[in-house]
């Protein structure tokens, strides 16, 4: 074989080596995000910057999303990244005559997407309190009820525990359970509707 | 081939395969950036092929332990007048900032109480008719922490926790009266004050 041929070849493979080392070690610290959008060729921004792939690796944190395409109203979506919390689908909405019939034909591919967005929103949200799968509780050895909904409506949103139907040994006793299911109180949002406190004169969550 | 060219060859060749292998072993690392401050110096401990293992550092400085590594905790051996810390949700980032020791906190909190108790009663004067059950003092002297317990029972008579914050214009009260602290309704207080004035 010819040499020039050989290091021609070898300098290639180096370059290519060298080239996945640098992507390598830009992406150390950083979360591989998953992007879907419909329409497919909606522009996708993060943080301001134009994205072209599909996926792209952020340092985690909250980034915001954003997916725009001429005729439609455009997609933001909020995440805050970490290790599971890493798809964001955008759905810009048609506004065009032009973008509602196009947009006819991805109904099965929006719907496909929503599901998605539905699914990653729950994992999030049981990724910032796993206690919610053990709610509601209700004990009348406590005594108290634990329920939860959900405060926000984007990818920040987060779930809050609702404390009722207690005395003040019950709320302790509730939060003493919280504790022993393995979750932090203190990096929940606790509210007590039935309290009313005696030195404010209003509930905790007021 | 002549002698020069094979030279050449073999070394493209080991530069490749050290390229490969280092890209090998950058895809299997987790990469984490140690900082601190008052400890002798830092521990990394991890579980990996069920097996607790653990790295010292010092000075400050970036690690790296395997990727699939489980149960990571950073650990400060502390220096004098300061208490052990550990942080359990390690990052790519740690900062570890061990607080006063015990000691050095019960005497700044026993120096500091009437003041605090008197901003505290300023804001919330009802706070008289509780008995003060514990302070204490966090983040080298930054925070202070207070748990009341009503006098008489009824249904409202939960113990309260309130923070004060030293500020240049004094101890300034930070916090309502609380059952306890979380970080959604305090975001600008450090969850670790919150923490430790929930464990009060």
Redesign the interface.
Known sequence: MNRKFISSILVIVLLFVAYGIYVQLSRIGKVRVDIETIPVSSLVTVDGEIVTGKSVYLAPGEHMFIASKDGYLESRSKLDVSETNNYVGLLPIAESESAIQSSVNDAAAREAVGGKIATARGNMLREKATIISKLPRITLVGPYRIDYGIQGKDNTSHPYLLISNSTPKGRQNALEWIRSEGSEPTDLDIRFPDFINPVTGGGIDE | ?SRK?VV??SF??T??LA??S??WY??QQR?IKINYDNCQSATISYEYNKKVQSKNINPPSTISIPKTAKNVVAECKPSDGFASTNITDV???VFLQPDFSESKRELISKNNSAKILDAIYQK?P??RD?KVVKQSVYGRGLWYVATFD?KE?D??????RIIIKQEDSGFNVVS??????????YPLIP?DV??QA?NL
């Not at chain 2, 249904?155 to 309260?160: A, T, V």
């Not at chain 2, 309502?176 to 309704?185: A, D, L, M, S, V």
């Open positions: 081939m060219f050449l060859l493209l060749i530069l490749i390229g490969v280092f890209f950058i895809g990469f990052g790519s980032e919330y009802k706070l509780y009503a029972y249904y409202n008579s939960d113990r309260l309502k009266p609380e059952i306890i602290f979380t970080k959604y309704q969850r919150l923490l929930n």
